[in-house]
């Protein structure tokens, strides 16, 4: 089985802090994404990757930044958090970017609260 | 991206079948259509996915008609369990999926 695993299920930030989410995924798949989800608006997603060291900004990137060292693994990160980036975090994965089918694997979740 | 429609909300009782259906009118040739299912506070779980006709697994079936502008999910018998929220998305691998609002299914005992 696919597995997709975040660094943490609750994290409770201040107001300018820097955050870092971490994304994990075992199963070689080139493509990871990250989304939030608030009530009434559905997902959106902020950025995702092809491959290793690529990004693309996806539809409300603004305030946040990501990073792609290795495949397995992509970060989120709050250049300076903000009480509107209260939210639920929700990373996933898929295969590849030339494969047809593009199921995606998600992973459980980030409660970040930002007081 | 192609954008899909899909009701806001349904309710059913315990055991009938459910029928949720979405529109893509502007889907292209090589997009996949994928149904995905969220419980609260969990992410989106994987249920179905087609590309034409009718496809079925342990969970659900997804029928397809030949113009593929729309979609059908069919639950068999729900149950309680089956509360939730439902995504339709259509896509391929070369594109970011995009998640509406999704269908909030209420199975009423």
């Known amino acids: 089985d696919v597995k997709v695993t975040q660094s943490s299920r609750y994290l409770v930030k201040r107001t300018g802090e820097k955050v870092f989410l971490e994304c994990v995924q075992d199963?070689?798949?080139?493509?990871m994404f990250w989304y939030r989800q608030d009530p009434g608006l559905g997902l959106r997603l902020i950025y995702f990757?092809?491959?290793?060291?690529?990004?693309e900004k996806g539809d409300i990137p603004e305030g946040y930044s990501v990073s792609r060292e290795k495949k397995e693994r992509f970060s989120l990160i709050l250049e300076s958090a903000s009480t509107n980036q209260t939210s639920m975090y929700l990373c996933?994965?898929?295969?590849?970017?030339?494969?047809?089918?593009?199921?995606?694997?998600f992973g459980p979740g980030t409660r970040l609260t930002v007081l | 991206l192609a954008k899909t429609t899909q009701p806001i909300s349904m309710d059913s009782y315990e055991g009938q079948e459910v029928n949720i259906t979405c529109s893509h009118n502007n889907i292209a040739t090589n997009d996949y259509i994928t149904w995905y299912q969220q419980f609260p506070s969990q992410g989106p779980r994987f249920i179905i996915q087609?590309?034409?006709t009718k496809v079925t697994n342990e969970v659900a079936s997804l029928f397809i008609p030949a113009d593929r502008k729309s979609s059908t999910l069919s639950l068999p018998r729900v149950s309680l369990s089956d509360t939730a929220v439902y995504y339709c998305l259509v896509g391929r691998g070369n594109t970011p999926l995009v998640f509406g609002k999704g269908t909030r299914l209420s199975v009423i005992a």
């Open positions: 996933a994965s898929s295969l590849s970017r030339t494969s047809g089918k593009n199921e995606q694997f």
């Open positions: 199963m070689d798949h080139e493509n």
């Open positions: 087609g590309y034409k």
């Open positions: 990757s092809y491959d290793v060291k690529m990004k």
